[in-house]
């Protein structure tokens, strides 16, 4: 996964924080966290072709918060900025090289042909994508800001200080 989920996360914390009010520019989202505006934006772009964020054009323009943080799951997110594909893709090696085999799992005297039986390693992955994907969709970035407020109580106050000297 590439950090720009990271980042995205962060970021709509962040805009949840200011409180809506007003919108917040790519750069001064980046320069909370001293990141690279000009990819910061290309993530925020992405949420907002996701509907997670709105855009504002013009001089005090930026992004908000397209709907409340518990009508947005971690998958979300992570379907925006990484796409739905999955993270692991068999490639059916077991029926390339020597051991390729034909439907026998392998081992079958070099044939091209497809194996009939599920691959054991993509099955297992596939197994926990799925786990993994249920978690993500379980989970809101309303869990996550209540449970970041736990941890750092003076982070909405931070953020929106910051945000209001622009």
Known sequence: MNEGVE??????????????ERAVTAARLAAYHDLPAAYLNKQLQALVRAGILGSVSGPRGGFRLARPLDRI???????AIEGPEEAF?????????????AGD????GGGVEVPAVECAIAGAMA?????WRRELAARTLEDVRREA???APGAPD???RWIATA
């Open 105 to 108: 799992g392998g081992g079958g």
């Open 89 to 101: 893709r068999c490639t059916e090696i077991r029926a390339q090289g020597p051991g390729g085999g």
């Open 7 to 20: 980042w995205a996360l962060h970021s709509c914390l962040n805009l949840a924080w200011t409180g809506g």
């Open 73 to 79: 799951t971690l998958m979300d997110v992570v379907t």
């Open 158 to 160: 931070r953020i929106r």
């Open 149 to 151: 407020e736990r941890q």
């Open 127 to 131: 197994r926990a994508e799925l786990a």
